[in-house]
């Protein structure tokens, strides 16, 4: 039995001790948090120095709290890794051995997830801590990639790009509709589809709109329509950006 | 039996020849093509001026040609529709009755699509003639909205802001994965989330990410690994618009 032991108690660890929990072939150890006094799935520990002996410790804090906190590991010579997607495992005190454990995905404290479609991007200083990190994901079910330093970075910009910028479009896009009195109900199946399109068109080949067809018209028309200045100035430039893609 | 006549073989035209050929309520009649010889579920016309009678003709080509072809048509005081978001019905020539067959979807030639999903946004000149629309929709089992052209203009916005420019989001995160050997692949659960988070979440709820708990420290590194200056320029702007909606 593989022995996991979670620090932090934000959205990712929550969902990890729901993941950890949920697979017979990991022995949760020890969920440390500041705020949370009890949960009848694993042992809470409010004071990070008396923590026990684990296979793996993951720290899944703010980027900022990553340093400081493995600074108050008791314990050496264990392995600790940090869950983010834009800071080298350097960033946890070295009197430990090191790694990462990066989960590419988004997580809501109120939304159920498929666990074992998260591709967990790994890294370790050591080979077998690597191997060990790999374990850990087959025994979750989870795809594994193992990525450095310079990867993570750029599929954690990606992820701010697919995940963060689009779900501001659909807020932008819901403010529009509610304007108007129209319910984002409506618009959906399209949303939807948008996403569906990736798994059987690559998004160059799906790419349509005014922008595409340099409908000028349409996309003078949209502008006048905004009356917010950085809105349509983003308007703009992804139009821009997106005529020039199609222009040879 | 309700007849319906599609005339254009884009895109729209031909995800309507499928939709209603598909559907035991309505006889299609017939599909003006100018490139189209021989389709084996529908008579295909070259010459417009030879459409014979139906209840509906529904125009489906470039905003731009909506005008010319419908002033083509030989017949008068028929329903003819277009189905563009971004155009009024006046656009048809007014020897006809009028009207807008709009469906809210991206349509590509090669996508499979549940048509059943699509909704369609209705306007008539005629009150008559809007219920012939909203039974139109009814025998393909779609859900019809009555908009009128103002409400459209602004669902067509949002549906550009959703579709068009997620899509070129995708199309950028896939360039920056590529430039470091990493497969697009990885990134597709984390998109799948995106939209699934939509129909249980508010977006503004579901937002997360280094602009809205303003970690500076990654956005300025981000910035940094972006070497295209429209492409830093989109980061800074929607970064910009997500820190200050959450500012409050």
Chains 1, 2 share one sequence.
Not at 227 to 239: F, G, V
């Amino acid at each position: 039995m593989l022995k996991v032991s979670v620090i932090g108690s934000g959205n990712v660890g929550f969902h990890f001790i729901n993941l950890f929990h949920n697979s017979e072939k990991i022995q949760l150890c020890e969920w440390y948090s500041r705020n949370l006094k009890f949960d009848k799935r694993v042992t809470v520990i409010n004071d990070i120095s008396i923590l026990s002996e684990s296979d793996i410790y993951i720290i899944c804090v703010n980027d900022d709290s990553i340093s400081k906190i493995s600074d108050r590991l008791k314990f050496r010579n264990r392995l600790v890794v940090h869950t983010s997607g834009s800071n080298s495992y350097k960033k946890i005190n070295i009197k430990n051995r090191r790694g990462v454990f990066y989960p590419l995905q988004t997580f809501s404290k109120t939304r159920n997830l498929n666990y074992s479609e998260i591709p967990f991007c790994i890294e370790a200083e050591k080979n077998a801590d690597r191997n060990l990190l790999i374990n850990l994901t087959k025994r979750i079910g989870c795809k594994c990639y193992e990525i450095d330093f310079n990867q993570r970075k750029t599929l954690h910009l990606a992820a701010v790009i697919t995940n963060n910028f689009t779900n501001f479009l659909f807020i932008l896009a819901k403010e529009f509709l509610n304007n108007k009195n129209l319910d984002f109900e409506i618009l959906k199946p399209l949303i939807k589809e948008t996403v569906n399109k990736i798994h059987k068109l690559e998004p160059e080949k799906a790419q349509t709109g005014p922008a595409k067809r340099k409908d000028f018209n349409t996309i003078n028309m949209h502008l006048k329509m905004l009356d917010e200045d950085k809105t349509r100035e983003l308007y703009k430039i992804i139009s821009e950006m997106i005529t020039s893609k199609y222009e040879n």
